[in-house]
C-alpha cells in the first residue's frame, strides 16, 4: 500500500533563514507525481510545488523547491528566506492509483513556525 | 474564476443527528473529493466523485455517503453522528486529466456534543 511519512510533526525557522522539511514514501509504480500543500490557520489547503517522478531536474516556485530522490522514495521541501507568512502546516501528498485520480494520500504534517 | 465553496463553514450537531455538507467545485471542475481532518488521524480521504458517479473510496463506515449533481456540485451526508466524527471535513475539486491540481476549499468544521 502507498504510504506517506513525514516524521517531523514541528519545526521552527528564523525569519530569512532557510529550512527543509521532510517527507518519505512508499509506491511500487514508476509513474508518479508528489505535491506539497500548505495550510495556514485559514484552514485552506493550498498548493505549494508539484514534481513528477520522471522528470530529473527537482522542481522549483520561486523560494520554494523540492529534493527529489526517486530511489530512496524521498521528497523534501526547502523553504528560502523564510517569510512569516510561511508559517503553516505543511503536508506532503501522493496520488493513489494510477492516471486521473483525485485521491491523495497524506503525510501526517509539518507544523512549520517562523520567527521573527 | 470562484474558488471551491463549502458550506456551512461551521456546524454543531448532537450525537445521534445527521448532517449533510455541501461543495461547489470551480466551475468546469467535474471531479469532486472528500477528506476528513482530525488531529489525531489526519487527512483521510472520504471519496470522490466524478460525473455524478462514485470513482474512489475511502475506508469509512457505511454511514459516511455522498452524491454529486449534474452541475458538480457534491454532498457529503453523515448519519447517525458519534463524537468521534468530529472533524474538518474538506472537499477538493480538480479538472479532468492526469496530474491535474487539486483545489480546496476553506473545510466545514462539525462539531459533535
Known amino acids: 500500500a502507498q504510504t506517506v511519512t513525514q516524521s517531523q510533526p514541528e519545526m521552527s525557522v528564523q525569519e530569512a533563514e532557510t529550512v527543509t522539511l521532510s517527507c518519505t514514501y512508499d509506491?511500487?509504480?514508476?509513474?508518479?507525481?508528489l505535491f506539497w500543500y500548505k495550510q495556514p490557520p485559514s484552514r485552506q489547503m493550498i498548493l505549494v510545488i508539484r514534481q513528477e517522478a520522471y522528470k530529473q531536474q527537482n522542481a522549483t516556485e520561486n523560494r520554494f523547491s523540492v529534493n527529489f530522490q526517486k530511489a530512496a522514495k524521498s521528497f523534501s521541501l526547502k523553504i528560502s528566506d523564510s517569510q512569516l507568512g510561511d508559517a503553516a502546516m505543511y503536508f506532503c501528498?501522493?496520488?493513489?492509483?494510477?492516471?486521473?485520480?483525485?485521491?491523495?494520500?497524506f503525510g501526517q504534517g509539518t507544523t512549520l513556525q517562523v520567527k521573527p | 474564476k470562484a474558488g471551491v465553496t463549502q458550506t456551512p463553514r461551521y456546524l454543531i450537531k448532537t450525537r445521534g443527528q445527521q448532517v449533510t455538507l455541501s461543495c461547489s467545485p470551480i466551475s468546469g471542475h467535474r471531479s469532486v473529493s472528500w477528506y476528513q481532518q482530525t488531529p489525531g488521524q489526519g487527512l483521510q480521504f472520504l471519496f470522490e466523485?466524478?460525473?455524478?458517479?462514485?470513482?474512489n473510496k475511502g475506508n469509512f463506515p457505511g454511514r459516511f455517503s455522498g452524491r454529486q449533481f449534474s452541475n458538480s456540485r457534491s454532498e457529503m451526508n453523515v448519519s447517525t453522528l458519534e463524537l468521534g466524527d468530529s472533524a474538518l471535513y474538506l472537499c477538493a475539486s480538480r479538472e479532468q486529466g492526469i496530474r491535474a491540481e487539486a483545489f480546496f476549499g476553506q473545510g466545514t468544521r462539525l462539531t459533535v456534543v
Open positions: 509506491t511500487s509504480e514508476s509513474d508518479y507525481y
Open positions: 501528498a501522493y496520488p493513489n492509483g494510477s492516471g486521473n485520480t483525485g485521491k491523495l494520500i
Open positions: 466523485y466524478f460525473s455524478e458517479t462514485q470513482r
